[in-house]
């Protein structure tokens, strides 16, 4: 058994349901550890990086749409760092197929997700589905100070002239 880490999403369609209560009850019972949770705002960029596997699809465009909150007049998800033992594994068990239709009932996805007319999955949840995978995607959707525990080495830069948005 490893310890894993994986990103867990909860995309626009459990936002605009407010299911991020049931969704995290129910991987609570992975008893995993969050060492890493937020909220974002999507911008095209970071969505098609996210999804970048994905461009030759043709619901690449209504995707990257989806996770922006085009479809839900939102502009967010909310994402977290989940750790422990196949933790892989656990969660995308809970969370189900990733066709809503083809998942279990009682999986995340068979009991809330929807197939659009559009044709994208809106499947409520995003979790990474392998340690590459999760690795790349915790790197793109947190920095090292955001998580509590090192996952993965870092150096130390100087960054001058940065400009920043602060307090007024
Ligand atoms: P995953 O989210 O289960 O890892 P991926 O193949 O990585 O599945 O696809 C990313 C997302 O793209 C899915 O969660 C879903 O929203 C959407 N998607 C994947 N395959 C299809 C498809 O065949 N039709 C419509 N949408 C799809
Ligand atoms: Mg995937």
């Known amino acids: 058994m490893s310890i894993e880490q994986t990103l867990l999403l909860i995309k626009p369609d459990g936002l605009l349901k407010s299911l991020t209560g049931n969704i995290l009850t129910g991987l609570s019972r992975t008893k995993l550890i969050i060492v890493g949770a937020k909220v974002v705002r999507v911008s095209k960029e970071l969505a098609e990086k996210h999804y970048e596997h994905l461009k030759d699809k043709p619901f690449f465009n209504e995707l990257i749409r989806y996770l922006m909150g085009e479809l839900h007049q939102t502009n967010r998800v909310v994402a977290f760092v989940y750790q422990g033992e196949n933790a892989i594994k656990k969660i995308r068990d809970i969370v189900g197929d990733t066709n809503p239709e083809n998942a279990n009932p009682v999986s995340i996805r068979g009991a809330y997700g929807r197939i659009t007319t559009a044709g994208v999955f ?47």
Do not use: C, G, R
């Open 122 to 168: 809106e499947n409520v949840v995003h979790a990474s589905s392998s340690m590459e995978n999760a690795e790349h995607e915790i790197k793109l959707w947190f920095q090292p100070n955001e998580l509590v525990e090192d996952l993965y080495p870092t150096k130390e830069v100087t960054i001058t002239q940065k400009k920043e948005i602060v307090w007024a």
